[in-house]
């Protein structure tokens, strides 16, 4: 987290009566006569949500927009009524911008004026961000019924990232928001949120039928409304107030004309928008993931919880049995002190995956540990690793539930072993058995998973999609499918163009001792050393992983056992020594292999058409700031998900969920900035302005 990223946390004072005011604003949070009553009557009723999601339209989740989360709650209202009347598969998402957020002490103690609300202030609370740095989070209730993604940063910035693409032409293509609830402190006290850029977003992020309510019946609010294209109305307010603006877009049209931005065919104001996908989402909400790995498994899931229906087909007779079949997986992220796409991704898949995990940690699968929040420990094993760990104690120094700095002696005490390095402690996290963890995520009703298949081809018929096998025979159909099988992704002629590569590694198990047992956390240093996990043959550690470029053998060797050997003697030797015997030709081991891109980000969204796409923004290779009005060219309903390399655990479960979202046309868990960045076509435009495709 760079300072560039850092946020200001709201600054309170607290009155007799116990209620938040804004130090920054000078105003209040919520009415003092009653703030609950007064969401109720601004927010709920006059969007009238509770005829709308009695009765609703179509399938797509419920969205509301809201300026200012400030204490969550508008948000936690809008849940109590929706869990009160809307039907059970039914899915509302809550899309809130805040500049300056509640830390959690605080916003645990505003909640706590609402005694009817505790439920879910909870649940809130349990998910609230410990790191709630400049971007999106993505916070999910009751199993994806409820989702909360809360954006941090300036109102109009912040919903411009929701917006199709940079360029004005595909402002347009994204998802819509149904009901705005306009809060936030009062023009006269923050005019700066209210301002035509604001309203300018709103306008192209709603649609015929999408209302809004505001407790400020200012100038400024209902002219910038109009300009949105709302029909704006006063209508009686809360309490002592005598108006409020309620308002309805009634009729749709487009400000943005083609002619105004093709005239200059040199116009470099604005971005190729290749990463713009027009193709329609799917009807029929039906799926094919191939591969049953974490990303594929994490997919079908994610698919599932939106009602749709899933066939998962596996090659091996069972799930996760490449790289994501190792009986301990590390949950970790690299954090790091720069800015970039890296950096933002790990970060925040890292804080989406603790809070997705949670309901497994300690759970028992087949009469075995699925899951262990241990916590993890990176080790500062050489000085460049300690001087960057230091940097990042500075930028998290406020966020110890997430990760802090240890001592060699406090590393040691957590570790239940002696250690000779400071490192990072993250409590939260821990290890995982991906393999039992697969298995748990398709137990739904909506997954239905072929082992013993293996998909050779990909065939495209009208509007579905065929799986083929090596006889060319059709497995299964459907108009989606998502490609989710790491290395073999590249056996589609679709997806042959994606530059992924396989990485071998190899893993050691070290059969456990008493003294062994005694190791409490997780420990990565230039290997890595789980706590002791019960098999059916008895007491072991996993240790790894070898990282072998070039390598191509499938086979356990000695060799790679005595280099993880090697690396715990070095990192941790007070561990090494506690083990009865180390040697290499008589332990026993596995052997995956990690699939990696170029740039170490996955590859997550659309698969694009490579012929067209070169051939559509060819002029990026003489002018990297063409006028190009064309969006990228993607395969109809043909997804993938591959590239997450070693941080499966911690990148799938993000990855799966934008995916989702981009299948069935929603809101987007991320910034569209992230998205683009993990957008597969992105190697062929690098290459294109490199003049190398």
């Known amino acids: 987290m760079t300072e560039s990223e850092r946020i200001h946390h709201a600054q309170l004072e607290w009155d007799a009566e116990g209620q938040p005011l804004s130090r920054e604003f000078g105003d209040v949070y919520f009415s003092r006569a009653n703030g609950l009553q007064e969401t109720r009557h601004v927010f709920l009723q006059h969007n009238q949500l509770a005829d709308r999601w009695s009765n609703p339209g179509d399938t797509n989740p419920f969205v509301i927009g809201e300026t200012g989360f400030g204490s969550g709650l508008n948000f936690l209202a809008a849940w109590q009524l929706w869990n009160q009347v809307a039907p059970r598969d039914a899915r509302l998402h809550f899309v809130s911008v805040e500049k300056f957020p509640l830390n959690k002490r605080d916003l645990s103690r505003a909640l706590s004026l609402w005694p009817e609300l505790e439920d879910y202030s909870r649940e809130l609370l349990e998910q609230y961000p410990e790191v709630i740095g400049t971007g999106f989070h993505r916070l999910k209730f009751q199993d994806g019924r409820i989702n909360l993604t809360l954006i941090i940063d300036d109102a109009a910035t912040g919903f411009t990232q929701l917006l199709g693409s940079t360029h004005p032409l595909f402002f347009d293509a994204c998802a819509k928001v149904d009901a705005w609830f306009l809060d936030g402190f009062a023009p006269a006290k923050n005019p700066q949120m209210w301002s035509d850029a604001l309203f300018d977003v709103i306008g192209h992020l709603s649609q015929l039928g999408t209302t809004a309510a505001t407790f400020s019946a200012a100038g400024?609010?209902?002219?910038?409304?109009?300009?949105?294209?709302?029909?704006?109305?006063?209508?009686?307010?809360?309490?002592?107030?005598?108006?409020?603006?309620?308002?309805?877009?009634?009729?749709?049209?487009?400000?943005?004309?083609?002619?105004?931005?093709?005239?200059?065919?040199?116009?470099?104001?604005?971005?190729?928008?290749?990463?713009?996908?027009?193709?329609?989402?799917?009807?029929?909400?039906?799926?094919?993931?191939?591969?049953?790995?974490?990303?594929?498994?994490?997919?079908?899931?994610?698919?599932?919880?939106?009602?749709?229906?899933?066939?998962?087909?596996?090659?091996?007779?069972?799930?996760?049995?490449?790289?994501?079949?190792?009986?301990?997986?590390?949950?970790?992220?690299?954090?790091?002190?720069?800015?970039?796409?890296?950096?933002?991704?790990?970060?925040?898949?890292?804080?989406?995956?603790?809070?997705?995990?949670?309901?497994?940690?300690?759970?028992?699968?087949?009469?075995?540990?699925?899951?262990?929040?241990?916590?993890?420990?990176?080790?500062?094993?050489?000085?460049?690793?300690?001087?960057?760990?230091?940097?990042?104690?500075?930028?998290f120094s406020t966020a110890t539930e997430l990760v802090r700095f240890v001592d060699s002696q406090q590393a040691s005490e957590l570790a239940g072993v002696k250690l000779n390095y400071a490192g990072l402690y993250f409590p939260s996290a821990g290890w995982i058995n991906p393999h039992l963890l697969c298995k748990m995520l398709v137990q739904h009703p909506n997954i239905q998973v072929t082992c013993n298949t293996r998909a050779i081809s990909l065939q495209q018929h009208d509007d579905a999609w065929s799986v083929c096998d090596n006889a060319g025979e059709t497995i299964l159909s459907a108009p989606t499918v998502v490609i989710a099988n790491a290395r073999d992704a590249r056996a589609f002629t679709q997806a042959a163009h994606l530059p992924v590569k396989s990485i071998r590694g190899q893993i050691t198990y070290l059969p456990a001792t008493d003294a062994s047992k005694q190791l409490q956390t997780v420990l990565c240093a230039e290997g890595y050393i789980g706590p002791a996990y019960a098999t059916e043959q008895g007491w072991f550690h996993c240790a790894g992983a070898t990282f072998n470029l070039k390598e191509k053998s499938?086979?356990?060797?000695?060799?790679?056992?005595?280099?993880?050997?090697?690396?715990?003697?070095?990192?941790?030797?007070?561990?090494?020594?506690?083990?009865?015997?180390?040697?290499?030709?008589?332990?026993?081991?596995?052997?995956?292999?990690?699939?990696?891109?170029?740039?170490?980000?996955?590859?997550?969204?659309?698969?694009?058409?490579?012929?067209?796409?070169?051939?559509?923004?060819?002029?990026?290779?003489?002018?990297?700031?063409?006028?190009?009005?064309?969006?990228?060219?993607?395969?109809?309903?043909?997804?993938?998900?591959?590239?997450?390399?070693?941080?499966?655990?911690?990148?799938?479960?993000?990855?799966?969920?934008?995916?989702?979202?981009?299948?069935?046309?929603?809101?987007?868990?991320?910034?569209?900035?992230?998205?683009?960045?993990?957008?597969?076509?992105?190697?062929?435009?690098?290459?294109?302005?490199?003049?190398?495709?």
């Open 220 to 395: 400024i609010v209902k002219q910038g409304l109009r300009r949105a294209g709302f029909q704006v109305k006063k209508v009686p307010g809360f309490g002592r107030k005598r108006e409020m603006v309620a308002a309805c877009i009634e009729e749709k049209t487009s400000s943005i004309h083609a002619d105004d931005i093709t005239q200059n065919p040199h116009h470099s104001c604005f971005p190729a928008p290749w990463a713009v996908n027009l193709n329609p989402v799917s009807s029929q909400r039906h799926a094919i993931v191939i591969g049953g790995g974490l990303a594929g498994c994490h997919t079908a899931r994610a698919l599932a919880e939106r009602g749709w229906q899933v066939n998962l087909v596996e090659r091996h007779e069972q799930l996760a049995e490449e790289a994501s079949g190792n009986p301990q997986g590390v949950l970790y992220a690299k954090l790091s002190p720069k800015q970039g796409a890296l950096a933002s991704f790990n970060l925040t898949s890292l804080q989406f995956a603790l809070n997705h995990y949670r309901p497994f940690w300690n759970r028992v699968c087949d009469e075995r540990l699925i899951a262990q929040a241990s916590g993890v420990l990176q080790l500062a094993h050489n000085p460049a690793e300690e001087k960057l760990y230091r940097l990042l104690q500075e930028n």
């Open 554 to 693: 499938a086979a356990v060797r000695a060799e790679d056992h005595l280099t993880n050997i090697n690396h715990l003697r070095k990192d941790i030797p007070a561990l090494a020594d506690t083990f009865t015997t180390l040697d290499e030709h008589r332990l026993s081991g596995r052997v995956a292999f990690r699939c990696t891109t170029p740039d170490y980000l996955p590859l997550v969204g659309p698969v694009p058409h490579a012929e067209k796409f070169l051939a559509d923004f060819a002029p990026l290779r003489k002018n990297a700031k063409a006028n190009i009005t064309l969006p990228g060219s993607y395969y109809p309903g043909l997804f993938i998900s591959v590239g997450h390399g070693s941080r499966g655990l911690a990148y799938t479960p993000l990855s799966a969920e934008l995916l989702a979202a981009q299948i069935a046309g929603e809101v987007l868990p991320v910034s569209r900035e992230l998205a683009q960045a993990l957008n597969p076509g992105r190697f062929l435009i690098r290459d294109l302005i490199r003049n190398r495709a």
